[in-house]
């Protein structure tokens, strides 16, 4: 296995660098460069080669002859970030949100062989779904490689660059739309007169066994509803209300409207 360097170090690249680990990469064979010595603390302590200098570590890579660049930083910081850099000939894997192939290729040299790729948070327990696409001058080994380092995080979908954005209004942004409607479902059950503890562990499960069975039984979401709406019972009365204030359209305007944040963040 060759060496992959890291620019930026933060939450989504320490999931990829320890799924990684966990999948038996070597973690002397991981280099990771970031300004914050407190983030370079925490990542050798994995074992792997920390760098506060850009530069300093894709010189280390190229003299490693390594698999690839993972650009891993805060779309507010990666014109500062990529400034005058020297890159290895290796493919560079950007799993910075809103940032096109074409924006990349602006601030990288002509020559490089760039992947996109838009993961969400549940990757940070190694449940995620990762989105890739890749430019033109990419080859298969390329898009191999950056499935597997992406792999570390969960599922890995191929998508045309034209849907990017979608999928970052859809399954980048969606755990925090999940996270929001499983607070309401907590606050409901405590409204009802459940301890608060009792209403989280009740709506948690019930989340998680509801999305196993969308996962296993393969059925559209709208028959399994069907399955526990009786006429005239709890669950019909509940989703009255439900489409009384309209929730399902402003779920889809919530995905619609993260999504046109993503194409106003790359331009």
């Not at 070597?26 to 925490?42: C, F, G, M, T």
């Not at 409901?188 to 503890?197: D, I």
């Not at 019972?233 to 402003?250: H, N």
């Amino acid at each position: 296995m060759g060496s992959i360097g890291f620019i930026g170090g933060g939450l989504m690249a320490t999931a990829m660098i320890k799924g990684l680990l966990q999948q038996g990469y070597p973690a002397q064979e991981i280099l990771v460069s970031d300004p914050d010595p407190e983030r370079r603390e925490s990542l050798a302590e994995f074992g792997v080669l920390t760098f506060t200098d850009n530069q300093e570590m894709l010189w280390e890579l190229r003299r490693r002859e390594g698999e690839g660049v993972v650009l891993a930083v805060k779309p507010q910081v990666i014109k500062e970030a990529l400034a005058g850099l020297t890159f290895p000939l290796l493919p560079v894997l950007s799993i910075v949100a809103g940032y096109s192939l074409a924006a990349l290729a602006r601030l990288l040299p002509a020559e490089m062989r760039i992947l996109r790729a838009m993961p969400n948070t549940p990757a940070l327990v190694g449940a995620g779904i990762t989105a890739l696409t890749a430019s033109v001058k990419c080859g298969v080994e390329d898009q191999k490689w950056a499935e597997k380092v992406l792999g570390s995080l969960g599922k890995v979908v191929i998508v045309p660059e034209s849907l990017m954005n979608a999928v970052t209004g859809l399954s980048g942004s969606g755990p925090g739309f999940v996270y929001f409607m499983l607070e309401a479902l907590i606050d409901g059950g405590v409204l009802a007169g459940l301890p608060r503890p009792l209403a989280r562990e009740l709506a948690v499960q019930t989340a998680a066994g509801s999305i196993k069975m969308l996962q296993e039984l393969k059925e559209h979401p709208a028959e399994l509803r069907d399955m526990v709406t009786s006429p005239g019972g709890t669950t019909i009365a509940g989703l009255v209300q439900l489409e009384a204030a309209g929730v399902s359209g402003q779920v889809m305007k919530a995905v619609l409207a993260a999504a046109e944040k993503a194409a106003e963040i790359g331009e």
